[in-house]
């Protein structure tokens, strides 16, 4: 088993910047690919970024490219969305998520475990 604890949400003005931190522990070595994914209300869970554990190969939705990066820590066991030029439009509950194999992928389907999620609010 693995477990996933996000933090880092909270309210913040457009324009501004957040850092989301997804701690996981049990497991790890069972996680190649991490991911963040956004649920705004009344609106479907989406794909933000996902990294490679292994090599660090990164993807990110066309929506939040040139502003969001994420990382990883392998020592820390966690990683990472640094969330910068926030924008009304970002306000969701962020969740992370890990699969079990290799590909990057943008599909919520082929994550096998996630976060509790933390809310972003962006004020304008």
């Known amino acids: 088993q693995v477990q996933l604890v996000e933090s880092g949400g909270g309210l913040v003005q457009a324009g501004g910047s957040l850092r989301l931190s997804c701690a996981a522990s049990?497991?790890?070595?069972?996680?190649?690919?991490m991911g963040w994914f956004r649920q705004a209300p009344g609106k479907e869970r989406e794909f933000v970024a996902a990294i490679r554990w292994s090599d660090g190969n990164t993807y990110a939705a066309d929506s939040v490219k040139g502003r969001f990066t994420i990382s990883r820590d392998n020592v820390k066991n966690t990683w990472y969305l640094q969330m910068n030029s926030l924008k009304p439009e970002d306000t969701a509950i962020y969740y992370c998520?890990?699969?079990?194999?290799?590909?990057?992928?943008?599909?919520?389907?082929?994550?096998?475990?996630w976060g509790q999620g933390t809310q972003v609010t962006v004020s304008s």
């Open positions: 998520a890990g699969r079990r194999a290799a590909g990057l992928t943008t599909t919520r389907e082929s994550f096998d475990t």
């Open positions: 049990g497991r790890t070595f069972s996680i190649y690919v």
